[in-house]
């Protein structure tokens, strides 16, 4: 029986990856998340509460996240707790340097005290994103794991200097750390401030799509559920030290995904005139990447994993979980979920 350490597991991917952990093992999960605006304990409901110890609190919290690791023992920690979105960390770089750096050096010192204490078996996932390599000319190849690193956005260079971070803990102290760097998650439990749940929800309402841009910026998409398989596969028989790319071979420019969403939902809810009119273009977003794409041969060579879900099944499930869930996107639209938060604890 192994116990996990997940940071932001009330986050996107981190919950999704904490339903996957304990509905496809029998670990245990210590799931610590500040429960930031992107944190949502409503996406932790149904969980095993046996297996499943929630602990509200910051990664940038030294002392804390030193007492989780002496209390619990764990195996791993596996950590996504990030600021991450784009044009958040437009307006408000400081918050990304905070969590997203001085945060995941909090955690690696904290867990390099805890392996030379003689937890001789820990290992150590950084979750990171295609985001740091930059932006791609169109005929240029994608991105595999020796591409330079070049961020273009604050989000991007935050995460940058995190993968760093974790590299030089394992270069120098001989942590055993893995990287990942992977492509734009979609599906369940996605906070609605990101391109494809901000579509849908605003589509559904009859609101405007506001594309950036041109609309042709281009972005590699796989299933959340791809993704956490992906980092199940690192933490078991990934090499301390190592990178590896993830992506789901699905390279689409986002206008293409925005139509494609309102096709899928017109033929679920018809309406009137097609949802395709209600696309308004704006003024881009500063410094925003022409195109991403990844090479995932390694992680599909060394490791064994692929992607699973086609991107055409994917967001068909997307629009479904959102149509069958509008509890919980309504509670985050009107606030709810951070007004009447359930039984949350504070440690620490
Ligand atoms: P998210 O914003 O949905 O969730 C982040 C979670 O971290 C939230 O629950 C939040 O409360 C928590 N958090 C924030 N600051 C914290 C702090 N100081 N201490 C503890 N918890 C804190 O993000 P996501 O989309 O689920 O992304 C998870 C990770 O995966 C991030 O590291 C991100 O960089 C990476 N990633 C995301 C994508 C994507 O498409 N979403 C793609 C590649 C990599």
New binding site residues.
């Given amino acids: 029986m192994k116990t996990i350490l997940v ?8 919950s999704n990856f904490v339903h996957h952990l304990l509905g496809t093992t029998d670990a245990t999960v210590v799931n ?5 605006y ?3 304990r409503e996406s932790l409901e149904g969980l095993p509460s046996e297996r499943h110890v929630f602990v509200e ?4 919290d030294g002392p804390l996240v030193a007492r989780l690791l002496d209390e619990h023992r764990p195996d791993a920690i596996v ?7 784009v044009d958040r960390s437009i307006d408000e770089p400081g918050a990304f340097i ?3 750096v001085t ?1 995941t050096q909090t955690l690696l010192d904290a867990a390099l005290a805890y392996w030379q204490g003689g937890a001789d078996h820990f290992r150590f996932v950084h ?4 985001e740091v390599y930059g932006t791609l000319a169109p005929e240029e190849p994608a991105f595999t794991e020796t591409h330079r690193y070049a961020p273009n956005s604050p989000y991007a260079a935050s ?1 940058a200097a995190a993968d760093h971070l974790a590299r030089a803990w394992h270069r120098t102290y001989g942590l055993p750390v893995m990287i990942t ?6 599906g369940p439990f ?2 609605p401030e ?1 391109l494809i749940p901000l579509m849908l929800i605003n589509a559904l309402e009859g609101e405007k799509l506001p594309v950036y841009g041109d609309g042709q910026q281009r972005r590699d998409w796989l299933f959340v559920t791809d ?1 956490c398989r992906a980092v199940e596969r690192v933490l078991e028989a990934g090499e301390p030290g190592r990178v590896y790319n993830i992506g789901g071979n699905a390279e689409m420019a986002n206008l293409d995904v925005v139509h494609l969403l309102c096709d899928l939902l017109d033929e679920r809810v018809p309406v009137e005139r097609p949802r395709r009119e209600l696309i308004e273009y704006v003024t881009d977003r500063p410094g925003h990447d022409r195109r991403y794409a990844i090479d995932a041969t390694r992680i599909r060579d060394e490791l064994g994993w692929e992607p699973s879900v086609d991107f055409t099944e994917g967001l068909a499930r997307t629009v479904d979980w959102y149509l069958s869930n509008r509890e919980w996107w309504q509670r985050i639209r009107d606030g709810r979920y951070r007004s009447e938060r359930l039984g949350v604890s504070r440690i620490g």
């Fill in positions: 940071t932001g597991g009330a986050g996107f991917i981190g610590l998340d500040l429960l930031t992107a944190g949502n609190g910051d990664i940038c950590h996504f707790a990030a600021e991450s979105h905070r969590t997203n945060g979750v990171s994103t295609d995460k760097n992977c492509s734009n998650n979609y996605q906070f990101k993704h």
